[in-house]
């Protein structure tokens, strides 16, 4: 029982370490080239917006994480590329840009 707890307690400690990392993913997997390395960077002509704009705030994180997943616009689908746990590291990076 108590090898169960240790191996628990280790494995709860570590899992931050696999968790995927929301910066990393947005600068190194597509984000950044449209949005900019700290997601201001806007493009009128392809509709994308500054992500710390109000209208992209005001969204909810099923819609981010639809919009990322499934594309809008002339903005690509990255379900395919992404996993799961990417999609939602970089919804929460987009969450802390200011």
């Known amino acids: 029982m108590k ?3 240790a191996v628990a307690i280790v494995a709860t400690m570590a899992m931050p370490l696999f968790a995927a990392d929301g910066a990393v993913v947005f600068k190194t997997k597509g984000c950044a080239g449209c949005h900019g390395a700290d997601g201001t960077k806007a493009m009128p002509a392809m509709g994308v917006k500054p992500l710390n704009s109000p209208e992209v705030k005001a969204k909810s994180d099923a819609q981010l994480t639809n ?13 395919a590329k992404l996993s799961a746990d990417e999609i939602t590291a970089a919804v929460a990076y987009v969450r802390s840009l200011k």
């Open 3 to 5: 090898r169960f707890f």
């Open 67 to 79: 919009t990322i997943a499934n594309g809008q616009g002339k903005m690509p689908a990255y379900a």
